[in-house]
């Protein structure tokens, strides 16, 4: 029945409910989308850097052999340079990283990894990781999954600082990653990253790789490619392991379909946080309950006080008219003389006791012997109850007396009735007499031609 303004209805009114999204801003329409709404460290650390670190991995067994905490000779270090950029744009997230390795024992030396994500639909500043992509020299469209589809890696905006990513990993190296980037200066010029690959090793989680980078921020696009080509020439990176930094990676191909995007972009999917429908305030339910009762009861008690003041006025008005048929004639109940009501409780009390007081038995023969009119029985009841005030099934003259004060407009429309009715004959009876007396004159007078036959005889 409701359903057509079923969107008129809305939660945070004054009689709906509170919204959802009033304390939990998953279901708050209004709340941002975009990253940098959501926290402000994705501002801060979104541009272009250079960072140098070192890779520490077990020599026996680079990929999944442990690291030890303390200097071991079955650890190596190697040092690498990485060009990174963070390019944050409303939901969505791309990084393209350039990772230089002069000295590696696994080739190839350069190698260009591309990260995406999104921010979620909890609207608390962390994002979602789709698949990775990681390009090697010489591949027209890099296409290797380092992140599978099935695997959610989040990133965590700790503070305006820092930023927390983990997330299970596959491909070459398999494991738990746990990466911190934290900015050291109120610009983030300078941050700090941490890399840290976990596996279970013989039932022990163990680190199995292990990275420490510092970067520092570059101001242009234009001079972060420039380092990039120097960084070529300067390590000795032969042209065939290059990869060129000025290509575009979208334009390429190498980033997500719209529909891949949209997987997870909040932007462009429906949120599973809706707010649902509207419902009205218990309070307000119970109000309306409480005045529609009330409201009920008052009509049911209008309709009852009109039906029982009808009942009276019925019950009054028949023992009024068969009152007046007996009693002297007066004007009003207040103008009958004490006599004249003794004279009428005795005509009523002339049952076989007549004892001074009128039973029931006795008020039903009076009103039923006049010409009152008939009276129904619950109407009788009632009448005899309101004479009745002691309620002891009889009513002495007292109780006459005060019932007859009681009735004295019905009376008075009774003897109106009465006197209505008493004239109407004589009035009868004087238009007939006045009849009767025109017709004997037209006969005592004679006609003219009569009269003029009669003075001729007497001249005759």
């Not at 969107?7 to 945070?12: K, N, Y």
């Not at 009501?341 to 006791?353: H, M, N, P, Q, S």
């Amino acid at each position: 029945l409701f359903a057509p303004y079923a969107s008129a209805i809305r939660c945070g009114r004054p009689l709906t409910n509170e919204c959802l999204g009033a304390t939990d801003i998953r279901y708050d329409p209004e709340a941002s989308n975009d990253a940098e709404d959501q926290a402000e460290v994705w501002k801060r650390a979104d541009g272009l850097f250079r960072g140098e670190g070192i890779v520490r991995v077990n020599i026996f067994n680079p990929l999944n052999a442990p690291i030890p905490a303390l200097p071991d000779p079955s650890v190596f270090e190697f040092s690498f340079v990485d060009f990174a950029n963070y390019t944050i744009t409303g939901s969505r997230q791309i990084v393209t990283s350039y990772l230089i390795v002069p000295d590696t024992p696994l080739p190839p030396r350069v190698t260009q990894r591309l990260a995406f994500a999104t921010t979620t639909y909890e609207k608390d500043g962390s994002l979602i990781s789709l698949p990775s992509v990681v390009a090697i020299p010489g591949e027209e469209r890099p296409s290797q999954t380092f992140f599978d589809n099935d695997v959610e890696l989040r990133s965590y905006a700790v503070d305006e600082n820092t930023v927390y990513l983990s997330g299970e990993v596959s491909g070459t190296v398999r494991g738990i990653n746990s990466i911190t980037n934290v900015c050291l200066d109120e610009q983030c010029n300078q941050m700090q990253e941490s890399f840290d690959t976990f596996q279970t090793i013989n039932g022990t989680v163990q680190r199995v790789f292990a990275s420490e980078t510092s970067y520092t921020r570059i101001a242009t696009g234009e001079e972060w490619i420039n380092a990039i080509l120097a960084e070529y020439d300067t390590l000795g990176i032969n042209p065939d392991e290059r990869i060129d930094p000025s290509i575009d990676i979208c334009a390429a191909g190498l980033c997500p379909t719209e529909e891949e995007w949209c997987q997870t972009d909040p932007n462009c999917s429906e949120s599973p946080y809706q707010e649902p429908p509207a419902r009205v305030k218990q309070s307000v339910i119970a109000g309306f309950t409480v005045a529609g009762i009330l409201l009920f009861t008052a009509v049911l008690y209008a309709i009852h006080w009109y039906l029982v003041a009808a009942q009276a006025h019925r019950y009054r008005a028949t023992f009024a008219r068969r009152i007046a048929e007996t009693i002297d004639m007066r004007a009003s109940v207040r103008n009958l003389t004490p006599e004249a009501l003794a004279k009428e409780f005795e005509r009523i009390d002339e049952g076989v006791a007549r004892d001074g007081k009128i039973s029931k038995e006795e008020l039903w023969e009076f009103i039923s012997s006049g010409k009152a009119g008939e009276m129904k029985r619950h109407d009788f009841n009632a009448l005899f109850a309101s004479m009745d005030l002691d309620n002891n099934g009889e009513v002495d003259f007292v109780e006459f007396c005060a019932f007859m004060a009681r009735c004295d407009e019905e009376y008075r429309a009774a003897r109106r009735r009465s006197s209505v009715g008493l004239q109407q004959p004589s009035r009868l009876v004087a238009h007939r007499l006045s009849d009767a007396v025109s017709q004997l004159r037209s006969i005592d007078e004679p006609s003219e031609e009569v009269t003029g036959g009669d003075e001729g005889k007497e001249e005759e």
